[in-house]
């Protein structure tokens, strides 16, 4: 049995930069503390807990002495100036694309345009990039609300960075037709995202069996593995190599295998190692 891998999977660009910032904090033996989860993965969360990371909810639990870490989604200008009064030091991990969806909003805002934001409001980027323009600023979620919005001045039309291509165009297009003076149109889309689907789109086809290693809260594993089912009926999607049923793979010659932009490269190796033993088993 032949266990081939997605071309694209697992820890995207962001969130591999934000675990090697909290390691490399550790290693100046550091007591580290993320604000919200660091990453949406249980297996990589025990594991960084071993070493003695913990969450935290709010910068009023940071105490002197820590270090505070901002994920990847990032906060707002507000919540990263709490956390710099109350920690000893504040690890960034803002992903530099979020970064700059921030930077955007908060010049627009400087010049006195509005911005709109095509992203789902209650997401913690949203809220983050929110803080850099609160009086400029509208987050909507579809073109749907564009109609709601009151007058427009010279906008800058932005997108949370995991969002439908598709979805922004017709918001940025709707904006442009309403707005007054001229519209200014950032997709500001990752592609990390879509890269994983059309990857594993490619190889599901291919296979027959297709595990896909995630968590089952993390929402891009469970788009995953929609995309796989697809092309695929027996898509598994999986936290841990004990989740693994043999039977699944009687008779599999060409088993596929991706993971979510959460799920780091050691539980892969594992997952791995525990399918091609089956094979050899079957
Ligand atoms: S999905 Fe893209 S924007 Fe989000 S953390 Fe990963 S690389 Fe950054």
Known sequence: MQVLLADEYGFCFGVERAVEM?????????TVRTLGPLIHNDQEMSRLATHGVSTVNAPVQIKRGETAVIRAHGVTPQVEQE???????????TCPFVTKVQKLASRAAAQNRHVVVVGNPEHPEMIGVFGYAPEHTFVISDVKEVAALPKLNNPLVVSQTTIKLQNFLDVAEAVKQKAEGETQIVNTICSATRDRQDAARALAGEVDAFYIIGGRHSSNSRKLLAVCKEQCEKSFLIETEDEINAEDLQGAKRVG?????????????????????IGAEN
């Open 83 to 93: 956390l710099r009064e109350k920690a000893s030091k504040v690890v960034d991990a």
């Open 257 to 277: 295998l991706t993971a979510g932009a959460s799920t780091p490269n050691w539980l892969i190796k594992k997952i791995t190692k525990r399918l091609e033993e």
């Open 22 to 30: 909290v390691e490399e904090a550790l290693g100046e033996g550091d």
